[in-house]
């Protein structure tokens, strides 16, 4: 497929246009990546946990973080009417407002879709009734990676989500 957009550049166009349209082509193509790509709910109400977890999967999914699950509830509903959707989620028992294994019943209560769920817990040995990958913390990547790849099909080990 050509670039039909080197062709509506003038020739008179100077090097500010063509770099501003350099810009546009990455933004596009950034924008066109992630758009396909899995996309992972990580709820952690400890902000740095949490982002340590999206790095941890950014290599295999597009995470979005929330430390709320009351603003996680509404994003994952109201989600599709805007083109949001979450092939899994990452959730933390300890959370405030309600526990994680109490937003996990309402999301799969409330839900057409089954999203699947990843629980952490930082208290060892929690007696936790849970079907479903669990994980203690500290958690490393392989673990917490190969976690997603067993519940959610779709994320798969290579950068674009794709099964290799």
Same mark, same amino acid.
């Given at each position: 497929?050509?670039?039909?957009?080197?062709?509506?550049?003038? #020739?008179?166009?100077?090097?500010?246009?063509?770099?501003? $349209?350099?810009?546009?082509?990455?933004?596009?193509? @950034? /924008? =066109?990546?992630?758009?396909?790509?899995? =996309?992972?709910?990580? $709820?952690?109400?400890?902000?740095?946990? @949490? @982002?340590?977890?999206?790095?941890? #999967? +950014?290599? /295999?999914?597009?995470?979005?973080i929330q430390t709320?699950?009351? +603003?996680a509830l509404s $994003?994952?509903?109201?989600?599709?009417?805007?083109? #949001?959707?979450?092939?899994?989620? /990452?959730?933390?028992?300890?959370?405030?407002?309600?526990?994680?294994?109490?937003?996990?019943?309402?999301?799969?209560?409330?839900?057409?879709?089954?999203?699947?769920?990843? $629980?952490?817990?930082?208290? %060892?040995?929690?007696?936790?009734?849970? +079907?479903?990958?669990?994980?203690?913390?500290?958690?490393?990547? @392989?673990?917490?990676?190969?976690?997603? +790849? =067993? %519940?959610?099909?779709?994320?798969?080990?290579?950068?674009?989500?794709?099964?290799?």
């Open positions: 497929m050509s670039d039909m957009t080197q062709t509506v550049v003038p #020739i008179w166009a100077g090097d500010e246009v063509r770099a501003d $349209l350099a810009r546009f082509r990455a933004r596009t193509a @950034a /924008i =066109r990546e992630v758009k396909h790509r899995p =996309r992972v709910l990580v $709820l952690e109400d400890e902000y740095v946990e @949490a @982002a340590v977890f999206a790095r941890m #999967i +950014q290599d /295999i999914a597009h995470p979005v709320d699950p009351r +603003q $994003l994952v509903f109201d989600g599709p009417r805007s083109g #949001i959707w979450f092939d899994a989620a /990452i959730v933390d028992v300890m959370l405030p407002h309600m526990s994680g294994l109490e937003f996990v019943e309402r999301l799969h209560t409330l839900s057409e879709k089954r999203i699947p769920v990843v $629980l952490l817990s930082g208290v %060892c040995g929690l007696g936790v009734d849970f +079907q479903g990958e669990f994980l203690e913390k500290p958690v490393g990547k @392989a673990d917490l990676v190969a976690a997603l +790849q =067993r %519940c959610a099909p779709r994320i798969g080990p290579t950068s674009n989500g794709s099964a290799t």
